[in-house]
């Protein structure tokens, strides 16, 4: 059975994430700087945010991410799902550079 081209994900996409670092500092205002535990603040971009509440963990392959102020919480890829409205697959697919390849 063949699989669509939208439904695939290669077996190693974990490996092919970005680097959450390179990842926030490029869909987020103002990263502050990473603390000692590898976490950072940011302003959060779910909820009218004027000061940093969002903590986004740069240290780490998953690269999570927490806001105690609004609730949203979740990894790298949750974090991308919720911001570009995709689905799963295609928000790994996204995050890879794999789109629109069969």
């Known amino acids: 059975m063949s699989r669509s ?3 695939y994900l290669p077996k190693d996409w974990h490996d ?3 680097d959450p670092a390179n990842y926030y500092a490029q869909h987020l205002d103002k990263l502050g700087n990473i603390a000692s535990d590898g976490w950072a603040m940011v302003p959060c971009p779910f909820h ?10 740069l240290t780490s392959r998953k690269g999570a991410y ?3 102020a609004c609730g949203a919480h979740g990894d ?3 974090f991308h ?7 799963f697959k ?6 890879i550079g794999f789109r629109g390849r069969a």
Not at 50 to 57: C, M, N, Q, T
Not at 81 to 87: D, I, K, N
Not at 90 to 95: K, N, T, Y
């Open 48 to 57: 009218d945010d004027h000061s940093p509440s969002l903590r986004v963990r």
């Open 66 to 68: 927490h806001c105690p």
């Open 5 to 7: 081209p939208s439904t």
């Open 81 to 87: 799902m919720a911001r570009t409205e995709l689905p």
């Open 16 to 18: 092919r994430l970005p």
């Open 90 to 95: 295609e928000a790994v697919r996204d995050l």
């Open 76 to 78: 790298m890829v949750a």
